[in-house]
Protein backbone atom coordinates (compact mmCIF):
# COMPACT_ATOMS: atom_id res chain seq x y z
CA UNK A 1 0.00 0.00 0.00
CA UNK A 2 1.63 3.33 -1.09
CA UNK A 3 2.30 5.65 1.83
CA UNK A 4 -1.06 7.64 3.16
CA UNK A 5 -1.69 11.09 2.90
CA UNK A 6 -1.89 12.71 6.29
CA UNK A 7 -4.65 16.15 7.18
CA UNK A 8 -4.30 17.33 10.52
CA UNK A 9 -6.83 19.70 11.32
CA UNK A 10 -5.62 21.59 14.37
CA UNK A 11 -7.92 23.63 16.96
CA UNK A 12 -6.92 26.39 19.71
CA UNK A 13 -8.75 25.76 23.12
CA UNK A 14 -11.33 23.51 22.07
CA UNK A 15 -11.75 21.23 25.75
CA UNK A 16 -11.68 18.07 25.31
CA UNK A 17 -15.00 17.42 26.80
CA UNK A 18 -17.10 19.91 24.39
CA UNK A 19 -17.90 16.97 21.39
CA UNK A 20 -21.04 15.24 21.57
CA UNK A 21 -19.52 11.67 21.52
CA UNK A 22 -17.48 12.68 24.69
CA UNK A 23 -20.93 13.16 26.69
CA UNK A 24 -21.10 17.14 26.25
CA UNK A 25 -25.02 17.58 26.67
CA UNK A 26 -25.41 21.03 24.33
CA UNK A 27 -23.20 21.20 21.15
CA UNK A 28 -23.85 18.61 18.12
CA UNK A 29 -20.46 17.71 16.33
CA UNK A 30 -21.99 14.96 14.13
CA UNK A 31 -18.71 15.04 12.03
CA UNK A 32 -16.13 14.48 14.76
CA UNK A 33 -18.43 12.25 15.81
CA UNK A 34 -18.78 10.07 12.79
CA UNK A 35 -15.38 10.65 12.64
CA UNK A 36 -14.89 8.88 16.04
CA UNK A 37 -17.13 5.77 15.17
CA UNK A 38 -15.24 5.26 12.06
CA UNK A 39 -12.08 5.37 13.58
CA UNK A 40 -10.76 6.40 17.40
CA UNK A 41 -11.54 9.33 19.65
CA UNK A 42 -8.71 9.04 22.53
CA UNK A 43 -11.59 10.57 25.19
CA UNK A 44 -8.13 10.70 27.75
CA UNK A 45 -6.19 12.53 25.26
CA UNK A 46 -3.89 16.05 27.26
CA UNK A 47 -2.15 19.13 26.09
CA UNK A 48 1.31 18.47 27.57
CA UNK A 49 1.56 22.47 28.70
CA UNK A 50 -1.70 23.73 27.78
CA UNK A 51 -0.99 27.31 26.44
CA UNK A 52 -0.80 28.23 22.55
CA UNK A 53 2.77 28.56 21.44
CA UNK A 54 4.75 25.83 23.78
CA UNK A 55 1.94 23.56 23.14
CA UNK A 56 2.52 23.44 19.20
CA UNK A 57 6.31 23.09 19.57
CA UNK A 58 5.44 19.76 21.03
CA UNK A 59 2.87 19.20 18.63
CA UNK A 60 5.79 19.79 15.52
CA UNK A 61 8.60 18.92 17.13
CA UNK A 62 7.60 14.92 19.49
CA UNK A 63 9.35 16.90 22.35
CA UNK A 64 8.11 18.02 26.28
CA UNK A 65 8.19 21.96 26.26
CA UNK A 66 10.69 22.15 28.41
CA UNK A 67 13.40 20.23 26.40
CA UNK A 68 12.24 21.22 22.90
CA UNK A 69 12.57 23.71 20.32
CA UNK A 70 9.64 25.94 21.74
CA UNK A 71 10.13 26.65 25.11
CA UNK A 72 7.78 29.55 25.64
CA UNK A 73 5.06 31.80 24.87
CA UNK A 74 6.84 34.29 22.86
CA UNK A 75 9.68 31.80 21.49
CA UNK A 76 10.36 30.72 18.23
CA UNK A 77 10.63 27.33 16.51
CA UNK A 78 14.44 27.28 15.96
CA UNK A 79 15.91 27.42 12.51
CA UNK A 80 17.69 23.80 12.92
CA UNK A 81 15.14 21.57 14.98
CA UNK A 82 13.95 18.87 12.62
CA UNK A 83 10.03 18.66 12.95
CA UNK A 84 7.30 16.27 11.75
CA UNK A 85 7.35 18.30 8.67
CA UNK A 86 11.44 17.55 7.86
CA UNK A 87 11.22 14.18 8.89
CA UNK A 88 8.46 13.21 6.83
CA UNK A 89 9.92 15.49 4.01
CA UNK A 90 12.60 13.31 4.17
CA UNK A 91 10.82 10.12 3.69
CA UNK A 92 8.76 11.44 0.26
CA UNK A 93 5.95 13.44 1.87
CA UNK A 94 5.68 16.99 0.20
CA UNK A 95 4.40 19.36 3.01
CA UNK A 96 2.01 22.22 3.48
CA UNK A 97 0.81 24.52 6.24
CA UNK A 98 -2.51 26.72 6.48
CA UNK A 99 -3.69 29.27 9.38
CA UNK A 100 -2.55 29.89 13.05
CA UNK A 101 1.33 28.73 13.62
CA UNK A 102 2.58 30.98 16.41
CA UNK A 103 5.77 29.34 16.66
CA UNK A 104 7.84 32.30 14.62
CA UNK A 105 6.90 35.56 15.83
CA UNK A 106 9.74 38.25 15.61
CA UNK A 107 8.55 41.06 17.05
CA UNK A 108 9.99 43.72 14.64
CA UNK A 109 8.91 41.84 11.24
CA UNK A 110 5.64 43.86 10.40
CA UNK A 111 5.81 44.57 6.76
CA UNK A 112 4.67 47.60 4.75
CA UNK A 113 1.34 46.98 4.36
CA UNK A 114 0.27 45.82 8.37
CA UNK A 115 2.45 48.85 9.66
CA UNK A 116 -0.07 50.93 7.15
CA UNK A 117 -3.05 49.44 7.82
CA UNK A 118 -3.29 48.70 11.83
CA UNK A 119 -7.44 49.39 11.92
CA UNK A 120 -7.21 45.47 10.27
CA UNK A 121 -3.93 44.33 11.33
CA UNK A 122 -3.32 44.16 15.30
CA UNK A 123 0.24 45.14 15.24
CA UNK A 124 1.36 43.05 18.15
CA UNK A 125 0.37 39.40 16.17
CA UNK A 126 0.27 40.16 12.85
CA UNK A 127 4.08 39.72 12.49
CA UNK A 128 5.14 38.15 9.00
CA UNK A 129 6.77 34.27 10.40
CA UNK A 130 10.49 34.18 8.60
CA UNK A 131 10.95 30.93 6.64
CA UNK A 132 13.41 29.27 8.67
CA UNK A 133 11.06 29.39 11.79
CA UNK A 134 8.20 27.80 9.71
CA UNK A 135 9.38 24.51 11.09
CA UNK A 136 10.26 23.16 7.74
CA UNK A 137 6.74 23.58 5.97
CA UNK A 138 7.35 23.45 2.25
CA UNK A 139 3.89 25.54 0.90
CA UNK A 140 2.78 28.17 3.35
CA UNK A 141 -0.36 30.09 3.58
CA UNK A 142 0.28 30.68 7.50
CA UNK A 143 0.05 33.78 9.90
CA UNK A 144 1.28 33.58 13.54
CA UNK A 145 -2.13 34.81 14.96
CA UNK A 146 -4.87 36.70 13.96
CA UNK A 147 -7.53 36.72 17.24
CA UNK A 148 -10.20 38.31 15.10
CA UNK A 149 -12.44 35.70 13.38
CA UNK A 150 -13.79 38.08 10.70
CA UNK A 151 -10.70 39.82 10.12
CA UNK A 152 -8.56 36.99 8.60
CA UNK A 153 -5.18 37.05 6.79
CA UNK A 154 -2.60 34.88 5.68
CA UNK A 155 1.04 35.63 4.63
CA UNK A 156 0.82 33.27 1.06
CA UNK A 157 4.43 31.16 0.37
CA UNK A 158 7.10 33.83 0.54
CA UNK A 159 5.35 37.10 0.14
CA UNK A 160 6.26 39.78 2.06
CA UNK A 161 2.89 41.50 2.80
CA UNK A 162 -0.08 39.39 3.66
CA UNK A 163 -3.32 38.44 1.85
CA UNK A 164 -6.62 39.36 3.75
CA UNK A 165 -9.21 36.80 4.10
CA UNK A 166 -12.75 37.43 2.79
CA UNK A 167 -15.32 36.24 5.40
CA UNK A 168 -14.99 33.84 8.79
CA UNK A 169 -11.65 32.83 9.85
CA UNK A 170 -12.79 28.96 9.71
CA UNK A 171 -14.65 28.95 6.75
CA UNK A 172 -12.27 30.70 4.38
CA UNK A 173 -9.40 28.58 5.28
CA UNK A 174 -11.18 25.70 5.12
CA UNK A 175 -11.76 26.75 1.57
CA UNK A 176 -8.36 27.56 0.88
CA UNK A 177 -7.80 23.97 1.95
CA UNK A 178 -10.14 22.24 -0.01
CA UNK A 179 -8.74 24.32 -3.47
CA UNK A 180 -5.48 23.28 -3.03
CA UNK A 181 -6.23 19.57 -2.59
CA UNK A 182 -8.41 19.94 -5.33
CA UNK A 183 -4.92 21.36 -7.15
CA UNK A 184 -3.02 19.31 -6.02
CA UNK A 185 -1.04 16.90 -8.26
CA UNK A 186 2.63 15.97 -7.35
CA UNK A 187 3.16 12.04 -6.94
CA UNK A 188 4.37 12.77 -3.16
CA UNK A 189 1.74 11.80 -0.49
CA UNK A 190 0.62 15.30 1.19
CA UNK A 191 1.07 15.61 4.70
CA UNK A 192 -1.14 19.28 5.45
CA UNK A 193 -1.69 21.20 8.33
CA UNK A 194 -5.17 23.45 8.72
CA UNK A 195 -4.68 24.85 12.04
CA UNK A 196 -7.75 27.79 12.88
CA UNK A 197 -7.87 29.71 15.75
CA UNK A 198 -11.86 29.56 16.58
CA UNK A 199 -13.33 28.03 19.29
CA UNK A 200 -10.42 30.74 20.90
CA UNK A 201 -11.38 34.16 22.02
CA UNK A 202 -12.75 36.50 21.11
CA UNK A 203 -15.33 34.85 21.04
CA UNK A 204 -17.41 35.51 17.72
CA UNK A 205 -19.33 32.87 15.02
CA UNK A 206 -21.40 33.16 12.30
CA UNK A 207 -25.01 34.00 12.92
CA UNK A 208 -26.49 30.71 11.61
CA UNK A 209 -24.63 28.79 14.41
CA UNK A 210 -25.79 31.23 17.04
CA UNK A 211 -28.65 28.23 18.19
CA UNK A 212 -27.72 28.25 22.05
CA UNK A 213 -29.90 29.65 25.05
CA UNK A 214 -27.57 30.63 27.10
CA UNK A 215 -30.26 30.21 30.29
CA UNK A 216 -30.91 26.66 28.95
CA UNK A 217 -27.29 25.41 28.59
CA UNK A 218 -26.70 22.68 31.07
CA UNK A 219 -23.27 23.26 32.82
CA UNK A 220 -20.39 21.38 33.99
CA UNK A 221 -21.16 21.10 37.94
CA UNK A 222 -18.19 23.00 38.66
CA UNK A 223 -19.24 26.06 36.57
CA UNK A 224 -18.74 29.22 38.16
CA UNK A 225 -21.65 31.96 39.04
CA UNK A 226 -20.22 35.40 36.81
CA UNK A 227 -23.21 36.32 35.18
CA UNK A 228 -21.53 36.59 31.75
CA UNK A 229 -20.46 33.23 31.90
CA UNK A 230 -23.59 31.52 30.00
CA UNK A 231 -23.80 34.14 27.45
CA UNK A 232 -19.68 33.33 26.62
CA UNK A 233 -20.02 29.93 26.49
CA UNK A 234 -23.27 29.80 24.44
CA UNK A 235 -20.98 31.62 21.90
CA UNK A 236 -18.20 29.35 22.14
CA UNK A 237 -20.18 26.19 21.37
CA UNK A 238 -21.74 27.87 18.37
CA UNK A 239 -17.65 28.33 16.89
CA UNK A 240 -17.31 24.53 17.91
CA UNK A 241 -20.34 23.60 15.42
CA UNK A 242 -19.08 25.66 13.08
CA UNK A 243 -15.92 24.27 13.29
CA UNK A 244 -17.79 21.16 12.51
CA UNK A 245 -19.40 21.59 10.28
CA UNK A 246 -16.46 22.95 7.99
CA UNK A 247 -14.75 19.10 9.25
CA UNK A 248 -17.45 17.66 7.21
CA UNK A 249 -16.94 20.29 4.34
CA UNK A 250 -13.40 19.42 3.95
CA UNK A 251 -13.91 15.17 4.88
CA UNK A 252 -17.05 15.43 1.86
CA UNK A 253 -14.71 17.01 -0.34
CA UNK A 254 -11.72 14.49 0.17
CA UNK A 255 -13.77 11.20 -0.47
CA UNK A 256 -15.11 13.07 -4.18
CA UNK A 257 -11.28 13.51 -4.45
CA UNK A 258 -9.88 10.36 -6.65
CA UNK A 259 -6.44 10.97 -4.66
CA UNK A 260 -7.62 11.54 -1.13
CA UNK A 261 -11.02 9.45 -0.60
CA UNK A 262 -9.20 5.81 0.36
CA UNK A 263 -5.92 6.53 1.19
CA UNK A 264 -6.12 9.60 3.49
CA UNK A 265 -5.29 9.53 7.45
CA UNK A 266 -7.47 12.82 8.75
CA UNK A 267 -6.59 13.86 12.28
CA UNK A 268 -8.36 16.27 14.66
CA UNK A 269 -6.86 18.01 17.62
CA UNK A 270 -6.37 20.71 19.58
CA UNK A 271 -3.06 22.96 21.15
CA UNK A 272 -5.26 23.01 24.46
CA UNK A 273 -8.76 23.01 26.06
CA UNK A 274 -10.21 26.43 27.61
CA UNK A 275 -11.87 26.62 31.15
CA UNK A 276 -14.98 28.41 29.33
CA UNK A 277 -17.07 29.27 33.01
CA UNK A 278 -15.83 26.20 34.65
CA UNK A 279 -14.01 26.93 37.89
CA UNK A 280 -15.23 30.36 37.21
CA UNK A 281 -12.62 31.02 34.80
CA UNK A 282 -13.48 32.04 31.15
CA UNK A 283 -11.41 32.27 27.92
CA UNK A 284 -8.10 31.13 29.83
CA UNK A 285 -6.30 28.06 30.23
CA UNK A 286 -3.06 27.62 31.63
CA UNK A 287 -3.83 25.11 34.97
CA UNK A 288 -3.80 21.31 34.93
CA UNK A 289 -7.27 20.88 35.45
CA UNK A 290 -9.35 18.45 33.48
CA UNK A 291 -10.94 22.01 30.98
CA UNK A 292 -7.83 23.55 30.36
CA UNK A 293 -5.64 20.52 29.35
CA UNK A 294 -8.10 17.98 28.34
CA UNK A 295 -8.16 17.92 24.29
CA UNK A 296 -10.18 16.21 21.21
CA UNK A 297 -7.51 13.62 19.72
CA UNK A 298 -9.92 11.83 16.37
CA UNK A 299 -8.25 9.73 13.94
CA UNK A 300 -9.99 8.96 10.61
CA UNK A 301 -8.96 6.55 7.87
CA UNK A 302 -11.58 3.94 6.96
CA UNK A 303 -9.27 1.23 6.18
CA UNK A 304 -6.24 2.00 7.48
CA UNK A 305 -7.56 2.84 11.07
CA UNK A 306 -9.99 0.48 12.77
CA UNK A 307 -13.52 1.57 13.59
CA UNK A 308 -13.03 1.39 17.68
CA UNK A 309 -15.17 4.75 18.49
CA UNK A 310 -13.89 6.13 22.11
CA UNK A 311 -10.54 4.70 23.88
CA UNK A 312 -9.49 5.15 27.80
CA UNK A 313 -5.48 5.37 26.86
CA UNK A 314 -3.63 8.18 28.25
CA UNK A 315 -2.69 10.26 24.95
CA UNK A 316 -1.02 13.82 24.70
CA UNK A 317 0.26 15.97 22.14
CA UNK A 318 4.00 14.80 22.54
CA UNK A 319 2.53 11.29 21.09
CA UNK A 320 1.74 13.03 18.20
CA UNK A 321 4.81 13.06 15.66
CA UNK A 322 5.59 9.12 16.66
CA UNK A 323 2.16 8.35 16.12
CA UNK A 324 1.80 10.30 12.81
CA UNK A 325 5.00 8.51 11.77
CA UNK A 326 3.64 5.48 12.40
CA UNK A 327 0.85 5.95 10.45
CA UNK A 328 2.65 6.69 7.65
CA UNK A 329 5.31 3.72 7.62
CA UNK A 330 8.16 5.68 9.20
CA UNK A 331 10.32 4.70 11.65
CA UNK A 332 10.51 7.06 14.39
CA UNK A 333 13.61 9.03 15.46
CA UNK A 334 15.23 8.61 18.49
CA UNK A 335 14.84 12.01 20.03
CA UNK A 336 11.57 11.59 20.15
CA UNK A 337 9.90 11.49 23.61
CA UNK A 338 6.45 9.95 22.78
CA UNK A 339 4.62 7.43 22.39
CA UNK A 340 3.72 6.03 18.93
CA UNK A 341 0.10 4.95 19.10
CA UNK A 342 -0.45 3.88 15.53
CA UNK A 343 -0.98 -0.04 16.85
CA UNK A 344 -4.45 1.72 18.93
CA UNK A 345 -5.20 3.52 16.34
CA UNK A 346 -5.15 0.04 14.14
CA UNK A 347 -6.76 -2.28 17.27
CA UNK A 348 -3.26 -4.42 17.54
CA UNK A 349 -2.01 -5.28 20.64
CA UNK A 350 -0.97 -2.05 22.90
CA UNK A 351 0.46 -0.58 26.21
CA UNK A 352 -0.03 2.71 26.62
CA UNK A 353 2.02 4.73 28.82
CA UNK A 354 0.64 4.99 32.79
CA UNK A 355 1.32 8.39 33.01
CA UNK A 356 1.49 11.75 31.40
CA UNK A 357 3.65 14.19 31.90
CA UNK A 358 2.08 17.96 32.32
CA UNK A 359 3.25 21.64 32.84
CA UNK A 360 3.45 25.25 32.10
CA UNK A 361 6.94 26.59 30.65
CA UNK A 362 7.47 30.10 29.83
CA UNK A 363 4.11 31.09 30.28
CA UNK A 364 2.92 34.95 29.13
CA UNK A 365 3.12 36.11 32.63
CA UNK A 366 -0.26 38.65 31.37
CA UNK A 367 -1.35 38.13 35.10
CA UNK A 368 -0.48 36.64 38.42
CA UNK A 369 -2.21 33.68 37.54
CA UNK A 370 -0.07 32.53 35.01
CA UNK A 371 2.18 30.74 36.53
CA UNK A 372 4.89 28.36 35.88
CA UNK A 373 4.63 24.15 37.31
CA UNK A 374 4.87 20.69 36.33
CA UNK A 375 2.90 17.68 37.25
CA UNK A 376 1.50 14.47 35.80
CA UNK A 377 -1.82 12.68 35.34
CA UNK A 378 -2.58 9.01 35.77
CA UNK A 379 -5.58 6.92 35.71
CA UNK A 380 -6.57 8.32 38.78
CA UNK A 381 -4.22 11.04 40.33
CA UNK A 382 -3.49 14.70 39.08
CA UNK A 383 -0.90 16.43 40.26
CA UNK A 384 1.04 19.46 39.96
CA UNK A 385 4.17 20.93 41.84
CA UNK A 386 3.48 25.09 41.16
CA UNK A 387 6.81 27.30 40.85
CA UNK A 388 5.65 29.24 44.32
CA UNK A 389 5.92 25.30 46.10
CA UNK A 390 2.03 25.13 46.26
CA UNK A 391 1.05 21.57 44.95
CA UNK A 392 -2.57 20.40 43.62
CA UNK A 393 -3.84 17.21 44.05
CA UNK A 394 -7.28 15.49 42.43
CA UNK A 395 -8.47 12.43 42.53
CA UNK A 396 -10.26 11.88 39.14
CA UNK A 397 -12.23 9.04 40.41
CA UNK A 398 -13.89 10.41 43.35
CA UNK A 399 -13.89 14.26 42.25
CA UNK A 400 -13.71 14.46 38.21
CA UNK A 401 -14.23 18.18 38.28
CA UNK A 402 -11.34 19.22 40.50
CA UNK A 403 -13.08 20.45 43.08
CA UNK A 404 -11.32 19.33 46.14
CA UNK A 405 -7.19 19.59 46.56
CA UNK A 406 -6.32 17.14 48.84
CA UNK A 407 -2.70 18.13 48.92
CA UNK A 408 -2.85 19.01 52.29
CA UNK A 409 -4.73 16.00 53.26
CA UNK A 410 -3.00 13.29 51.55
CA UNK A 411 0.84 14.34 52.11
CA UNK A 412 1.98 10.34 51.39
CA UNK A 413 0.06 10.45 48.35
CA UNK A 414 1.88 13.81 47.38
CA UNK A 415 4.79 12.52 47.63
CA UNK A 416 4.46 9.17 46.05
CA UNK A 417 3.57 11.32 42.94
CA UNK A 418 5.96 13.99 43.38
CA UNK A 419 8.80 11.05 43.12
CA UNK A 420 7.21 10.17 40.16
CA UNK A 421 7.09 13.67 38.74
CA UNK A 422 11.18 13.90 39.78
CA UNK A 423 11.42 10.82 37.44
CA UNK A 424 9.38 11.69 34.74
CA UNK A 425 11.44 15.08 34.96
CA UNK A 426 15.20 13.59 34.91
CA UNK A 427 14.13 11.18 32.05
CA UNK A 428 13.04 13.72 29.79
CA UNK A 429 16.05 16.29 30.93
CA UNK A 430 14.87 18.83 33.02
CA UNK A 431 16.65 21.80 33.23
CA UNK A 432 15.42 23.73 36.63
CA UNK A 433 12.14 22.43 38.01
CA UNK A 434 13.59 19.51 39.70
CA UNK A 435 15.93 21.94 42.11
CA UNK A 436 12.46 23.76 42.48
CA UNK A 437 10.63 20.83 43.75
CA UNK A 438 13.80 18.97 45.72
CA UNK A 439 15.04 21.76 47.00
CA UNK A 440 13.02 25.37 46.90
CA UNK A 441 12.71 27.57 49.72
CA UNK A 442 9.43 29.65 51.02
CA UNK A 443 8.74 32.66 49.73
CA UNK A 444 7.97 35.31 51.85
CA UNK A 445 4.68 37.60 51.47
CA UNK A 446 2.18 38.73 50.68
CA UNK A 447 2.48 40.59 47.37
CA UNK A 448 0.15 43.29 46.75
CA UNK A 449 -1.90 43.09 43.32
CA UNK A 450 -2.50 46.83 42.14
CA UNK A 451 -4.09 45.16 38.65
CA UNK A 452 -7.24 45.98 37.94
CA UNK A 453 -7.60 43.43 34.89
CA UNK A 454 -7.97 40.44 37.28
CA UNK A 455 -8.79 40.13 41.07
CA UNK A 456 -8.66 36.71 41.84
CA UNK A 457 -7.53 33.27 40.08
CA UNK A 458 -7.33 29.76 40.34
CA UNK A 459 -3.60 29.02 40.79
CA UNK A 460 -3.02 28.08 44.48
CA UNK A 461 -0.66 30.66 45.40
CA UNK A 462 -3.63 32.88 45.24
CA UNK A 463 -5.07 32.76 49.02
CA UNK A 464 -2.11 32.65 51.18
CA UNK A 465 0.63 34.90 48.97
CA UNK A 466 -1.02 37.58 46.50
CA UNK A 467 -3.31 40.42 48.26
CA UNK A 468 -5.06 42.40 46.20
CA UNK A 469 -5.39 46.33 46.34
Not at 360 to 384: C, E
Request: aromatic fraction near 12%.
Amino acid sequence: MPSPNIIQILSDEHAGMAMSHAGDPNVRTPNLDRMAAEGVSFVNAYANCPVCTPSRGTIFSGRHAHAGPVQGFYDVYKPTAPSIATMLRENGYHTAYFGKWHCGTIRDQNPPDVRKDPDYFTPEWSQRTPEFHRGGFQDWYGCEMNNAPYKGFYYKQNALNPTKLEGYQTDVLTDLTIDYLEQYDREHPLFLVLSVEPPHWPLEAPEEFMRFDPETLKVRPNFGDRPDLRERLAIYYAMIENLDWNIGRLLEAMQAMEKFQDNTVTVYFSDHGDFMGSHNQMEDKGHPHEESARIPAVFHAPGIIAAQGARHDLFSLVDMVPTTLGLAGVNGATHLQGTDFSPACCAEAFDGPEEVLLEMVGNPRVHFDYTDWRGLVTGRWKYAFYESGHELLFDLKKDPYEQNNLAAAAPSTCAELRGSLLKMLADTREPYFDVLIEHGVQPEGPTLNPSQRRRDGIAPHWDDMIENV
